[in-house]
């Protein structure tokens, strides 16, 4: 993969945490920064030269070292490490999808993310006979030398785990920071996965669980896992959206039928009618599983940034881009073909807009204004 390797100097990662922290800096921004500036210590060198040139009168909230050094020393403290994009120990099936965190929290061991993994998702409010087979086909994996993986909320989520347990290991990706448990009932279970398996959060410590921190996570828990079952999901769950990210990212996607009476089948039920692997028993996944060799990183290429030497042009272009994006995502492929000028100068101007709080990149080479102005 093409970006910085992280040594041992505590350096390297207070800046890859700064950069990751940065206001603006997200997922694909982050990757695209290091892939043009080969190092985080140098990206955040260049963002503020970044942020004026796409119109912004203001730097961007760059961390100070002391900040990122309190946050590594509060997770040291807590018994867990930062992952960082592009190191050996950070997830191989997270590092190939495009918006994959460049910097996760880790309690327990990470080597358990190496082995071969099968997510387990389904309701919160889930039935008994719902909870019983995940809890079943939790400890079958595990049994099998799987990797279960799971959101440690109520009802399927924590049968899953519960069942791995019995056997083998688990993987809990939480929503909110690893100091702060959710729900904070299943805090004694969180802490037995960090002995016995791996907790990961993308977000800060002392981050709080809100609605929206949960499809990040959920992304996560798709990318991870070579494939994601879904026990029990009404019509628009976050567990089928988990199962939507996972087909996105070019995983298996596994679905237990159920009633038609009962509205937790409904969303599994129609996961089978689109295509859905049908699961009754833990054979039906494992022969199911691709091989062990995982889909191989996503690649950003680094190109030389554009020479301005005409700054009527780089104005004229930067208009140019922002009359195409909109709200709604828009390809980059569509901005490049319109704009008829290189793809190097696109992505240059594009990285300043993004810089600059203008627009955010998304998952699929896609680009969406921000409704924000400087």
């Known amino acids: 993969m093409n970006l910085w390797r992280r040594p041992t100097a505590s350096a390297d990662l207070v800046d890859a945490l700064r950069l990751a922290r940065t206001e603006g800096v997200g997922p694909i921004a982050w990757r695209r920064l290091l892939a043009r500036f080969a190092s985080p210590a140098a990206a955040l060198a260049e963002l503020p030269r970044l942020a004026r040139a796409g119109g912004r009168d203001t730097p961007p909230r760059i961390p100070s070292p002391a900040e990122a050094e309190r946050e590594i020393a509060a997770l040291?403290?807590?018994?867990?490490?930062?992952?960082?994009?592009?190191?050996?120990?950070?997830?191989?099936?997270?590092?190939?999808?495009?918006?994959a965190p460049p910097v996760v929290a880790c309690?327990?061991?990470?080597?358990?993310?190496?082995?071969?993994?099968?997510?387990?998702?389904?309701?919160?409010?889930?039935?008994?006979?719902g909870q019983r087979l995940a809890e079943q086909l939790g400890a079958e994996l595990a049994k099998a030398g799987i990797a279960v993986v799971s959101g440690l909320a109520r009802g399927i989520d924590t049968a899953a785990h519960?069942?791995?347990?019995?056997?083998?290991?688990t993987i809990a990706c939480v929503a909110g920071g690893l100091d702060i448990p959710y729900p904070p009932e299943n805090a004694a279970l969180q802490a037995r996965i960090a002995q016995h398996g791996a907790v990961l959060a993308e977000?800060?410590?002392g981050t709080a669980p809100l609605g929206r921190s949960f499809p990040r996570r959920n992304r996560i828990i798709a990318a991870i896992s070579l494939g994601t079952v879904v026990v029990e999901a009404a019509p628009r769950s976050g567990s089928l959206l988990t199962a939507r990210l996972a087909a996105e990212a070019g995983r298996e996607v596994f679905a237990v039928p159920g009633s038609p009476l009962d509205p937790r089948a409904r969303g599994t039920n129609n996961l089978i009618r689109e295509g859905a692997h049908l699961v009754?028993?833990?054979?039906?996944?494992?022969?199911?599983?691709?091989?062990?060799?995982?889909?191989q990183p996503q690649r950003e290429l680094a190109e030389p940034p554009p020479s301005w030497e005409d700054p009527t042009l780089h104005a004229k272009i930067t208009s140019q881009l922002l009359d195409l994006v909109s709200h709604?995502?828009?390809?980059?492929?569509?901005l490049i073909r319109r704009c008829q000028v290189s793809a190097a100068v696109v992505m240059a101007i594009l990285m300043e807009l993004e810089a600059a709080g203008r627009i955010e990149s998304l998952p699929g080479n896609r680009v969406a204004l921000i409704a924000k102005d400087f």
């Open 280 to 295: 009754e028993a833990a054979e039906d996944i494992l022969r199911e599983l691709p091989p062990d060799s995982p889909p």
């Open 162 to 169: 519960e069942g791995a347990l019995l056997h083998g290991a």
């Open 203 to 205: 977000s800060p410590l």
């Open 76 to 99: 040291d403290k807590l018994g867990g490490r930062f992952l960082v994009l592009g190191e050996p120990s950070y997830p191989a099936l997270l590092a190939t999808v495009d918006d």
């Open 107 to 129: 309690l327990g061991d990470p080597s358990f993310l190496a082995r071969k993994s099968v997510a387990i998702v389904g309701s919160r409010n889930a039935s008994t006979n």
């Open 328 to 334: 709604s995502p828009t390809p980059v492929d569509d």
